[in-house]
């Protein structure tokens, strides 16, 4: 495994929790603005249109070591495929021409929310529709996940003398249903007591949390050149 150390593991964190809360503030574009708009005649409905609908009970997810062990083991199979695991969901991205992990970590995550330009297809309450190639998006959004963990593995490049970094990222598995939604719609934290009472929303992040030492604000910025 590289070298995969606590460092590596908070910006995991900070890179799910911090989309997560983009996500849930309603700050995800999923679709390319055009150069010029007249705002003139503007129209809130199109607007409206260009970013995912703000979730009502995005939960904070924890980092769990459980998870990241069975994503090592995929990831060092160095297949090309996913391959989950019985007890995981799984999302995995192959970084090229790249020898760091905090590199790597990074783009397999964008590649991965990259999937939510596929959203305004889904409706307006975000439904799981595999078909759409949204599934790596489901499982960095599904707003009811409560943990996660990642690993990374170097692998040989067929037929080169070249090598690639995998990216493996485990979540416990859930019952995904066609036509369910990814997550509620509506104000943030709204629904943040449908967990527990001792949930509580974190305002400016849009989350629900049930222990405020949890709540690190770098786990934002990697996102904010991106979608905001």
């Not at 009970?57 to 989950?84: F, G, I, T, V």
């Not at 037929?159 to 036509?179: D, F, L, S």
Request: charged share 25%.
């Amino acid at each position: 495994m590289l070298d995969f150390n606590d460092s590596i593991r908070l910006q995991f964190l900070a890179m799910h929790n911090g989309y997560r809360s983009l996500l849930a503030l309603g700050h995800v574009n999923i679709t390319e603005e055009p150069e010029y708009y007249d705002f003139n005649t503007y129209d809130s409905s199109y607007y409206d249109s260009l970013y995912a609908p703000s979730a009502s009970k995005m939960r904070y997810l924890k980092y769990d070591c459980e998870a990241e062990k069975s994503a090592y083991k995929s990831a060092s199979n160095c297949s090309d495929s996913s391959s989950p695991s019985e007890d995981y969901d799984e999302n995995k991205q192959i970084i090229e021409n790249s020898s760091n992990i905090s590199e790597a970590a990074l783009k397999a995550i964008i590649s991965w929310a990259r999937e939510a330009s596929n959203l305004n297809k889904t409706g307006e309450e975000v439904l799981y529709q595999p078909n759409l190639n949204i599934s790596n998006f489901a499982n960095l959004a599904w707003d009811t996940r409560e943990k996660f963990g990642c690993a990374v593995a170097k692998c040989p490049l067929e037929k080169t003398n070249a090598t690639t970094i995998h990216v493996v990222c485990h979540y416990p598995k859930i019952n995904k249903t066609e036509g369910e939604p990814i997550y509620t719609t509506g104000m943030p934290c709204r629904n943040c007591s449908d967990y527990a009472d001792e949930f509580f929303c974190h305002a400016d992040e849009g989350v629900c949390v049930m222990d405020s030492q949890d709540l690190d604000i770098r786990r934002r910025k990697y996102f904010y050149r991106f979608w905001v």
